[in-house]
Structures are given as C-alpha cells and as structure tokens.
T-cell receptor, first 115, second 114 residues
Framework: DTGVSQNPRHKITKRGQNVTFRCDPISEHNRLYWYRQTLGQGPEFLTYFQNEAQLEKSRLLSDRFSAERPKGSFSTLEIQRTEQGDSAMYLC?????????????FGQGTRLTVV | DAKTTQPTSMDCAEGRAANLPCNHSTISGNEYVYWYRQIHSQGPQYIIHGLKNNETNEMASLIITEDRKSSTLILPHATLRDTAVYYCIVSVFLSNFGNEKLTFGTGTRLTIIP
C-alpha cells in the first residue's frame, strides 16, 4: 500500500472553468476526508465520507463544489466555475472507521491555481 | 471541537529536545489530543495522540497535564528534518465510530537550527 494518492498534484486553470480532483485512499479505509489549505493557514475541513455516504459538509463547501465517492473507494472533488479565491491546496485524508486506530493519513495534496 | 492555542513559532538547536506547548482549556472528557506536523509542500503527518496518560512512540512523547487543559509535544533529539509546522488538535475519537473531522489551527512553525 503506497498511502493516499491524489491527482493531479498541480492544476492551473482559468477563472470560470471546471476542475476535478481525484483521491485514492488507503485500501479498506472507510472514512475519506477533503480539506482545503490556503497559504499560511492550517487545513480547513470541507467534507467527509463513510464508505459512499457523504456524512458532513462544511459551510465552506459552496454550491459550486461537489464531492463524490461512488463505490466507497476513490473520491472526486469537482469545482465548477472556478474563482480566484478557490486557489489553494486541496488535501485528501483517509482513516479506518473502527479498529482503534485514530490516525488520519493525508495525501500530498492537489495545488490549484486559478488565473 | 475545542480550540487550541499554540505559539506561532519556535526555534530549537539541532540535537536538543524540542518542547512544543499547547493549551486546550475547554477540552471535553471524550476528546483526545492529537499532534500532526506538516513539512513544506506535503500533507500533514500524524505524530502522536493521547487522552489522559503520557504517551511515547518512535517519533515523540506527549505530556498531558492532569487537568488535561494543556499538553507538550517533545521531540527528544531534534534534527533538521523536524523543521515543520506542528498542529495540536483536540477531537473526539470513538472506537466504534472512528475519527471525527480534525480542526486545525495555524500551528507552531518549528525551525531546527544547525
């Protein structure tokens, strides 16, 4: 197992375009989280999934953002009509639901730049 | 989740112990203290966690005060590779239900000086 994988690592897009990011969690991890991090700040929670069910969404997740985890494995985060304020690092993390291990494993992130 | 307070930045000489404090005065009984670190341009990395007792693993030690209102992360022999932002987080963990989301603050930027 190579850990949490995120693709692409970097994305530059023009304002108004749609972008989609992918996260492949660690196998058999039930929980998958998305966070956003801007320069100089800590990561901010966006949403999380328990298997394929999206259990919580932050107020930060506007109508332009949508996340899916269709088969309870990989997840996608789509941003429609991107704005310059969407420029940030988007981080994915996974953790097991049970088993006594509370550690969340983070991917390397996707850095989005909206020009 | 309870809020935490950490110093904005700290320096430590290479080879010395780095002691990173964290205040979490509003922590509730079922909230754990977690420490993560983030090295430049990477995702956060789990270091250690604890509920009441002091904990030690291969990376660090965690000292939690008896009233649980503060804690200290100790890196016993700091190296240059320990230069990172360190986040202290309090969060609920239920063994049957797993992790709640993590609420990060701005952390402590630790610089190890050669």
């Amino acid at each position: 197992d190579t850990g949490v994988s995120q693709n692409p690592r970097h994305k530059i897009t023009k304002r108004g375009q749609n972008v989609t990011f992918r996260c492949d969690p660690i196998s058999e991890h039930n929980r998958l989280y998305w966070y956003r991090q801007t320069l100089g700040q800590g990561p901010e929670f966006l949403t999380y999934f328990q298997n394929e069910a999206q259990l919580e969404k932050s107020r930060l997740l506007s109508d332009r953002f949508s996340a899916e985890r269709p088969k309870g494995s990989f997840s996608t985060l789509e941003i429609q009509r991107t704005e310059q304020g969407d420029s940030a690092m988007y981080l994915c993390a996974s953790s097991p639901r049970t088993g006594g291990d509370p550690e969340a494993f983070f991917g390397q992130g996707t850095r989005l730049t909206v020009v | 989740d309870a809020k935490t307070t950490q110093p904005t930045s700290m320096d430590c000489a290479e080879g010395r112990a780095a002691n990173l404090p964290c205040n979490h005065s509003t922590i509730s009984g079922n909230e754990y203290v977690y420490w993560y670190r983030q090295i430049h341009s990477q995702g956060p990395q789990y270091i250690i966690h604890g509920l009441k007792n002091n904990e030690t693993n291969e990376m660090a030690s965690l000292i939690i005060t008896e009233d649980r209102k503060s804690s200290t992360l100790i890196l016993p022999h700091a190296t240059l590779r320990d230069t990172a932002v360190y986040y202290c987080i309090v969060s609920v963990f239920l063994s049957n239900f797993g992790n709640e989301k993590l609420t990060f603050g701005t952390g402590t930027r630790l610089t190890i000086i050669p």
